[in-house]
């Protein structure tokens, strides 16, 4: 398992090489990138600030990841989780996930996914081409897909 | 008895400090028990908690809910639901 909180980007394709290796035991790996979108809900945006408590989020995500090989029989999993500016287009999140076979690596990532977004604490503020800036605020149906787990 | 407390988002720009250390008066037992007696330190406190249940906390860097004991607690943060991801 590979947990990282960091503020520089990240090379997805690196990172699953890496994960892989030289093993020939893993069937499947399912690779999530969540970025930096240029609009919320038609809103235009130039910038997304995330603030993290970071003593707490490693552990956090561990604890999360931990969860996922309790439900998933996953051979190896990798989250990293950015923090500070990013403008459309950035990487904010990495997710991967490698099993045997692809059911467990899909269903795996989607709940890493959605339990990142309800229990990772992690904070975004948004601020729009007209330069007004406010905090997003979480959504109802990011707690209901974590909680169809 | 004296505990780090963090605020995070929201939060902290209402109190307008991401972190202090408080003494832990006797009758605080519960990380809702602190929230009302924080909320007896300022208007800027009322503010930040104004809405009950909405901001979450965090024991020693672990997610508690509003009867979880402080009493033993180094550190406590306060922040909004999380909107990472």
């Known amino acids: 398992m590979t947990v990282r909180i960091q503020t520089e980007d990240f090379d997805a394709a690196a990172e699953v090489a890496r994960l892989r290796g030289r093993r020939t035991d893993i069937g499947a790996i399912v690779t999530f990138t969540g970025i930096c979108r240029d609009n919320d809900d038609g809103r235009a945006l130039a910038a997304l600030t995330l603030e993290t408590y970071a003593d707490m989020a490693v552990a956090e995500i ?60 992690f904070w975004k503020s948004e601020e729009t081409s007209a330069g007004e800036r406010s905090w997003v605020t979480a959504k109802d149906s990011d707690d209901a897909a974590a909680a169809r787990w | 008895m004296t505990v780090k407390l963090k605020y995070f988002a929201w939060v902290r720009e209402r109190i307008g400090t991401p972190e202090e250390e408080i003494v832990l008066p006797p009758d605080v037992v519960t990380v809702a028990d602190l929230i009302q007696h924080l909320k007896t330190r300022g208007e800027e406190y009322v503010y930040a908690f104004e809405n009950d249940g909405i901001v979450r906390a965090a024991v020693d860097q672990r997610h508690a809910a509003a009867g979880a004991d402080v009493r033993a607690a180094r550190e406590v943060a306060f922040f909004p639901p999380m909107t990472g991801g």
């Open chain 1, 62 to 121: 561990e604890r999360i990841v931990e969860e996922a090989k309790r439900r998933w029989p996953l051979h190896d999993a990798l989250v990293i989780h950015r923090y500070g500016l990013m403008r459309p287009g950035d990487d904010i999140v990495l997710v991967v996930t490698a099993s045997a076979h692809r059911e467990a690596a899909f269903r795996a990532a989607a709940f890493l996914m959605d339990y990142l977004k309800t229990r990772a604490p």
